[in-house]
């Protein structure tokens, strides 16, 4: 229990329990931070989980889900949290306010079956979990008088290939390495690689409307969904096998962004591609990030398609790529698994420099066939590995307040989205810390009709206060993304976090209607309450 062997997860930081910081490292790292804060900072002891007061479970487990089913102290308290700044920070204070009461993990529909069944008849709240990557409290137990998580990880295959047409049948559990391993020796790849790949999994890419490697074109997990079977209340919800229809609503679409309030996702066909082979690569730097941004929306709407458009402020290109802090750079990126992205990738150059973009023709990256993969080297390097290299935590509990928030924004309305939240969001950063923090932007997709910037800010706060010090500044994001016309989250979902500026941006009907379709599959509610719509 679980029976899949895998290392396990830390409680409290974004990594294995074999990869945690160790506390010389907190000591190094608090030791630095007190010379720039001038103030001291004090590395509290790396926690124990020994040392936890978990509230007791609230439910006896049936003899016969026994098998699959634990009330241990470790399951409790991982599953009590997904893994945001707020979550990391209160797991390490060994903060567990709302655990579940049970948490499950079914290792066969049947199983899952049974498990829903027992919830269902008994009024148990259910809380679908996948990697627990979430990053908006989308997967935290709601306060209900009993609670069981239901986690996917036993389930976590490749079912089934259809090379003619080039689709994969794959369970819901599994996580994003896994399922690679499993397509590779087939020579196929799902190419979907969200910041969180190593520690999320399918179902939860599908019922987050995950956004993954592709900066245009195949963004989101919806381009790659051929069909979704899950597990409501209710009963099957599976849709027909297709490349696409025109036959009215798409139960798919209704699936795809629900977040776990609907049903259990066990299993979904995906579109998948062979590997690439070819590739080419340029980093681009601009005097300007205006002028970068619009070398960005000419790419884009010259549909081109490049798998990679990623476009960093002087801060960010500073911070992750290692530039001076003066220039803006713009990643391009093609792949294929057939032919040659030279010609691609000299038209992308030649439209960017018309904008003002700067790179010498031998930093111009090209590789067909079986030569080594191109985007290695360099900035774009330097920024690649920042990107992967999601920090562990080793900074938690030390004053350090830290974290992104996204959306989307039609072109015409961008320069003015961008000037509000530095405005609003940069003001709230002084006035909570103190002194100049740091607040950057990098767009992580692009649209022909417009960019999903992603915003990342830090600043040096007060050891005790730091989850209160971070409510200020989103709340001053979350306003002004709205009041600018944007969406309050691009790929991150809505969970519990954004459900206030949610509720104002989709229309009142909508909201009746989703409620209406959760009514007919989940009519008692149990489903992951709070999230998405109240009943």
């Known amino acids: ?259 776990g309030i609907l049903g259990v996702i066990t299993e979904a066909w995906m579109r998948i591609q062979r590997r690439p082979e070819y590739r080419a690569t340029a980093g681009v730097t601009f005097d300007s990030w205006p002028a970068a941004t619009e070398a960005v929306r000419q790419v884009a709407q010259a549909k081109l398609w490049p798998a990679n458009l990623r476009v960093l402020d002087p801060a960010e290109a500073h911070r992750a790529a290692g530039l001076d802090g003066t220039k803006s750079l713009l990643i ?41 993969p191109t985007g290695r080297e360099g900035a774009v390097g330097a920024w690649r590995d920042a990107f992967i290299g999601v920090g562990l935590g080793v900074d938690t509990s030390l004053g350090l307040v830290a974290d992104t928030f996204e959306t989307a924004i039609t072109w015409d309305r961008w320069p003015d989205l961008d000037a509000l939240v530095r405005d609003r969001v940069g003001a709230t950063l002084r006035k909570v810390f103190g002194h100049e923090p740091m607040l950057s932007c990098r767009f992580t997709h692009v649209y022909t009709d417009g960019p999903a910037p992603y915003y990342t800010w830090s600043g040096m706060g007060r050891q005790g206060s730091e989850i209160s010090m971070w409510e200020d500044v989103k709340h001053a994001a979350g306003e002004a993304i709205l009041e600018a016309g944007g969406t309050i989250t691009h790929h991150h979902a809505v969970g519990r976090m954004h459900r206030p500026q949610y509720d104002r941006q989709r229309p009142d009907l909508f909201a009746d209607a989703l409620r209406a379709a959760k009514a007919s599959v989940d009519p008692g509610g149990l489903l992951n309450p709070g999230v998405l719509i109240d009943p």
């Open 1 to 259: 229990m679980p029976t899949v062997d895998a290392p396990r997860r830390s409680f409290w930081a974004w990594c294995l329990e074999s990869e945690e910081p160790t506390q010389q490292q907190r000591e190094e790292l608090a030791a630095k931070l007190s010379e720039r804060a001038g103030t001291a900072i004090v590395a509290r002891a790396v926690p124990n989980l020994e040392d936890a007061t978990l509230r007791a479970p609230r439910l006896v487990i049936p003899g016969a889900l026994a098998g699959w089913c634990t009330t241990d102290i470790w399951e409790r308290a991982f599953h009590a949290k997904g893994a945001h700044f707020t979550d990391r920070t209160r797991s390490f204070n060994l903060d567990f306010p709302n655990p579940p009461d049970v948490v499950a993990h079914p290792r066969s529909e049947a199983e899952l079956e049974a498990t829903v069944d027992w919830c269902t008849s008994s009024g148990h709240v259910m809380v679908p979990y996948g990697g627990g990557s979430s990053v908006v409290w989308g997967v935290n137990p709601p306060d209900d008088d009993a609670v069981v998580t239901i986690a996917l990880d036993q389930l976590d295959q490749v079912l089934e290939i259809d090379e003619v047409s080039r689709a994969a049948r794959i369970q819901g559990g599994v996580f994003g390495p896994h399922l690679e391993d499993q397509l590779r020796p087939h020579g196929y790849t799902l190419r979907h690689f969200p910041q969180s790949f190593r520690f999320s999994t399918l179902g939860g890419w599908i019922a987050t409307r995950s956004g993954g490697h592709y900066a245009t074109n195949h963004t989101h997990i919806d381009d790659f969904v051929e069909s979704v079977r899950m597990l409501t209340p209710q009963g099957w919800w599976e849709s027909r096998r297709l490349p696409g229809s025109g036959a009215g609503p798409s139960p798919d679409r209704m699936v795809i962004g629900s977040e």
């Open 332 to 372: 391009i990126g093609f792949e294929s698994a057939d032919l040659t992205q030279r010609h691609n990738i000299a038209q992308a150059v030649e439209i960017v420099r018309g904008c003002g973009g700067q790179v010498d023709d031998d930093e111009i990256r090209v590789a067909d066939g079986s030569a080594a």
